[in-house]
């Protein structure tokens, strides 16, 4: 079985690549080639192939694979890459090309909260790449994480980078969020490879609701730091808004404040890890 995963350098695609290893032949797109060798040099017998912007589906047209694994996203935008760009229009092109040579699924990597009426564009068109995955008549699996947790966590990084200039962090006590393992997504785009589930979306979550104190503790903790937590409403991080844009590298954006607005938790008319796996790992530990 021949598999394209787009992203598959990412957080969780690393996870993903080393899960279907040896089970499945593994075809994976890069920009740049030197640096997804490296992510894999332990792995062998895998198909590097190079990609840019105005031929990201040449190797669905090559090889035309089995199935294809879209991980491709961005949680900040740049002067060239957009929301709209990166999760719907990548998406759209690769969905055509998996029409045009007649992919048997197509495995997308959508967000929690996806709804193309949401004040964000990162969960707006999140949910018009999945509405343009639904109707394009293939057979799909869409994944709705949460937060998902694991040691590459890009959570982890900015704490890092942050408590070296911050003496103490702001947490939302209003706001909740069902962290993930990222054992378990990887464990769940495995099980959409190999079983024969199709035409479903997944939300995944673990067995915890959470709010961001708790969260941010445990990043502090995770990383071997010591700052104090101050709980405050949600509403705080708006009005900082206009400090956080004065920084290279923002502590959030107004995007991201129109995520925070909503509890990032499953909602529970969609079926999750458990569904597929028959098991949820704790969140806490198992990376």
Not at 52 to 68: G, R, S
């Amino acid at each position: 079985m021949n598999i394209v995963i787009y992203g598959s350098d990412g957080f969780v695609g690393r996870y993903i690549v080393r899960n279907l290893y040896n089970k499945v032949n593994l075809i994976l797109p890069a920009r740049n080639i030197k640096k997804i060798q490296k992510v894999f040099k332990d792995l062998a017998l895998i198909n590097y192939v190079q990609i840019n912007e105005d031929n990201i589906q040449e190797p669905i047209y090559k090889f035309n694979p089995d199935m294809v694994i879209n991980l491709i996203g961005i949680l900040t935008e740049t002067s060239n890459q957009t929301f709209e760009k990166v999760h719907f229009e990548i998406t759209k092109n690769l969905v055509d090309a998996n029409k045009a040579v007649g992919v048997k699924k197509f495995v997308q990597m959508s967000a929690l909260g996806a709804d193309v009426n949401s004040k964000s564009r990162y969960l707006k068109t999140k949910a018009m790449a999945e509405e343009y995955v639904i109707k394009s008549g293939l057979n799909y699996v869409i994944f709705r994480p949460s937060i998902i947790i694991g040691r590459e966590q890009k959570l982890f990084e900015d704490f890092r980078f942050y408590s070296k200039i911050i003496p103490i962090f702001m947490a939302p006590y209003d706001a909740r969020v069902q962290p993930v393992s990222v054992l378990d997504v990887a464990d769940c785009f495995e099980k959409a490879v190999i079983s024969d589930v199709k035409n479903s979306i997944f939300e995944l979550c673990g067995n915890e609701v959470i709010d961001y104190v708790v969260l941010f503790k445990f990043a502090l903790n995770f990383i071997g730091v010591k700052r104090a937590i101050m709980p405050v409403p949600k509403r705080t991080f708006k009005l900082l808004l206009p400090i956080f844009s004065l920084m290279p590298k923002p502590i959030m954006t107004l995007d991201q404040y129109y995520m925070l607005e909503k509890d990032n938790v499953c909602c529970g008319r969609y079926k999750g890890v458990r569904d597929l796996l028959g098991f949820v790992r704790d969140w806490k530990k198992d990376f």
